[in-house]
């Protein structure tokens, strides 16, 4: 079976749950730029600005991240992934996760069974959006260093105030909870964490461990599969009702990535595999 599958997710952009307070930001307000000309004297205000706010440690990891060119140049790149017809969108994307979609049921039922129980959430729409970002974890891509690129896009003028300058906070909120080091885990190109790509905002809400040690959802499918159930159920899905287009649900999976294209194939895919 063959996935032509790219990182899909916060791509092309989310909507934000925000930190409130933290956006008051001095280097928020003052500084992007469209190369990496000035990159350290933006971390310094950082490091100034958050001291106290984050541990020392927390913020020391900045001194040996760079301005990524690889991400900026991904970034420029992306809505290319994201043109032509909704039935080449769906055929492209959909190729193969069905079936395979229906297997990982099977196999983690317990879990798929104790995520509707707990949020709602039915299997086939977590299968959707599992085999959909990663193939299932398969997809690895040439992952990048997370905690840099959302430094990089954060201090990039393009989508800073919008996305990635709260996603900075976010993450740095992630490994000042000792949750994990995203300084040297690794995610595609906007800095998404995990088989089912969240962000660090988005990690935050819906970390979730269904199989004890921890939370790990690079790792663990049950973990991935509780953790994706509970972002639904926290940004409003309402259980066993139809997730069709033009339903409430609809709205919450519309919030889950703000493609269109990608917002129609994910109910059309769990349909598809609930058959
Ligand atoms: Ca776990």
Known sequence: MKFRCTFLSAAAGLGLV???????????????????????????????????????????????????????????????????????????????VAPLARKKIKQYKQYFDKAERDFGVPAELIAAIWGLETAFGTYKGKPLPILESVATLAYDCRRSESLFFPEFIAALTVIDNGYIDLHTARGAWAGEIGQTQFLASRYLQARTDYDGGGVDVFNSAP?????????????????????????????????????????????????????
Not at 18 to 41: I, K, M
Not at 54 to 71: G, P
Not at 242 to 271: C, H
């Open 223 to 275: 973990d991935v599969i509780g953790s994706t159930a509970k972002w639904f159920a926290v940004n409003g899905w309402q259980p066993g009702a139809d997730y069709s287009e033009g339903t409430a649900n609809f709205q919450v999976i519309m919030k889950w990535n703000r493609a269109t294209l990608y917002q129609k194939t994910i109910p059309k895919l769990a349909k598809e595999i609930s058959g």
């Open 18 to 96: 925000l930190a409130p307070a933290l956006f008051t930001s001095e280097a928020y307000a003052a500084f992007c730029y469209n190369d990496g000309s000035r990159f350290n004297e933006w971390k310094k205000v950082i490091k100034k600005e958050y001291r106290g706010k984050f541990k020392a440690s927390t913020l020391k990891k900045l001194d040996q991240v760079n301005y990524s060119t690889r991400v900026i140049k991904l970034d420029r790149n992306n809505k290319k992934s994201f043109k032509g017809t909704f039935e080449s969108f769906y055929k492209r994307r959909s190729a193969g």
